[in-house]
């Protein structure tokens, strides 16, 4: 079946195994659908409520719960968006996954896919997404502040305010190519050129940092 951008997906975003608790995400247009088909409602936006789980055609419980309810576009991936706070058992996943597969319009989620489409509705931008990835694989306490950080936009200020200071040297240079005959400061070039150079030297120290 091919992909498609507005199915709804869903995936277990807690770890693979036995366990007492397992978190099931939905996201898409169709997410209010699962509850429905689990034979329940939504709660109030944002809130945790307790829900038993049914199959809603053949009537049978799959188990009891916690649901909550995310609207889009104040959401983690900026679609409607549901969590299912289930027992992490196999045979309880196993019936979930079953039954919000058989949905239309519904699939598994690949590998990533919640984070893509978070940068593709403008929730995040490509360091922040790196930084999910590299906060789930933290195993250290200085990857953890690390990830934190470019979490939080440093990494993206930083990388943002390279692309300022490029763009404004290029407008500069453009200025003198374009318009010769204009009275433009005769500092422009070797402003712009010192420019560029600190820029130079300030990428270098930050690739040369043995990718911390």
Same mark, same amino acid.
């Given at each position: 079946?091919?992909?498609?951008?507005? +199915?709804?997906?869903?995936?277990?975003?807690?770890?693979?195994?036995?366990?007492? !608790?397992?978190?099931?995400?939905?996201?898409? #247009?169709?997410?209010?659908? /699962?509850?429905?088909?689990?034979?329940?409602?939504?709660?109030?936006?944002?809130?945790?409520?307790?829900?038993?789980?049914?199959?809603?055609?053949?009537?049978?419980? !799959? +188990?009891?719960? &916690?649901?909550?309810? *995310? #609207?889009? #576009?104040?959401?983690?991936?900026? =679609?409607?968006? %549901?969590?299912?706070?289930?027992?992490?058992?196999?045979?309880?996943?196993?019936?979930?996954?079953? &039954?919000?597969?058989?949905?239309?319009? *519904?699939?598994?989620?690949?590998?990533?896919?919640?984070?893509?489409?978070?940068?593709?509705?403008?929730?995040?931008?490509?360091?922040?997404?790196?930084? @999910?990835?590299?906060?789930?694989?933290?195993?250290?306490?200085?990857?953890?502040?690390?990830?934190?950080?470019?979490?939080?936009?440093?990494?993206? $200020?930083?990388?943002?305010?390279?692309?300022?200071?490029?763009?404004?040297?290029?407008?500069?240079?453009? /200025?003198? !190519?374009? *318009?010769? +005959? =204009?009275?433009?400061?005769?500092? @422009?070039?070797?402003? %712009? *050129?010192?420019?560029?150079? /600190?820029? !130079?030297? =300030?990428?270098?120290?930050?690739? $040369? +940092?043995?990718?911390?």
């Amino acid at each position: 079946m091919p992909r498609r951008s507005d +199915d709804t997906i869903f995936a277990c975003a807690t770890a693979a195994g036995r366990a007492g !608790i397992a978190v099931v995400r939905v996201s898409g #247009p169709r997410a209010a659908a /699962a509850l429905s088909a689990l034979g329940t409602t939504a709660g109030p936006a944002r809130q945790l409520v307790r829900r038993r789980f049914r199959d809603k055609e053949s009537g049978e419980l !799959i +188990d009891q719960g &916690l649901a909550a309810w *995310f #609207p889009a #576009p104040a959401t983690f991936t900026g =679609e409607d968006l %549901v969590e299912l706070h289930l027992h992490g058992s196999a045979a309880v996943l196993a019936a979930l996954v079953d &039954l919000l597969g058989r949905l239309p319009g *519904f699939r598994l989620a690949e590998p990533g896919e919640f984070s893509r489409r978070a940068f593709e509705n403008g929730k995040l931008d490509l360091t922040e997404a790196e930084a @999910i990835a590299d906060l789930v694989a933290a195993d250290t306490a200085a990857q953890r502040r690390q990830a934190l950080r470019q979490l939080a936009g440093e990494l993206g $200020a930083l990388y943002e305010g390279w692309r300022h200071r490029l763009l404004q040297s290029l407008a500069r240079q453009e /200025a003198l !190519i374009d *318009f010769p +005959d =204009e009275d433009l400061p005769e500092t @422009i070039p070797s402003a %712009v *050129f010192a420019e560029v150079n /600190a820029l !130079i030297d =300030e990428i270098s120290g930050h690739l $040369a +940092d043995n990718r911390r």
